[in-house]
């Protein structure tokens, strides 16, 4: 069974800079796609960074984030990150982790996602 944590949340001012990380445990075959989620409330949970692990890696950006956000992942800690630079109030919300078991409708689909972690909370203030 697949069990993520996040952590690295917390308040920052616009413009600041955080760093969420998400540890894996668990055995993971094959091709499956991780990423950074996040939601507001009243909002549907979107998608902000996708990392794709098949026999040649890939990285998905929502456009909104693009040049600001990085996804990385450490394969020996079994970590994936996300580094948030010049955040912006519109940024705030609950990040959460997600893993799917195989390949995805959408990589921007949610409900393509089998494992989530608990989420941790980002604020960013104006």
């Known amino acids: 069974q697949m069990q993520l944590a996040e952590s690295g949340g917390g308040s920052v001012e616009t413009g600041g800079s955080l760093r969420l990380s998400c540890e894996a445990s668990g055995i993971t075959y094959g091709i499956y796609y991780m990423g950074w989620f996040r939601q507001t409330p009243g909002k549907e949970r979107e998608g902000v960074a996708v990392?794709?692990?098949?026999?040649?890696?890939?990285?998905f950006y929502e456009d909104s984030v693009k040049g600001r956000f990085t996804i990385s992942r450490d394969n020996a800690k079994n970590t994936l990150y996300l580094q948030m630079d010049r955040l912006n109030p519109e940024d705030s919300g609950m990040y959460y982790c997600a893993q799917s078991s195989g390949r995805v409708r959408s990589v921007w689909d949610p409900d393509s996602y089998v494992y989530w972690g608990q989420g941790t909370q980002v604020t960013v203030s104006s």
């Open positions: 990392f794709y692990s098949g026999a040649t890696s890939k990285i």
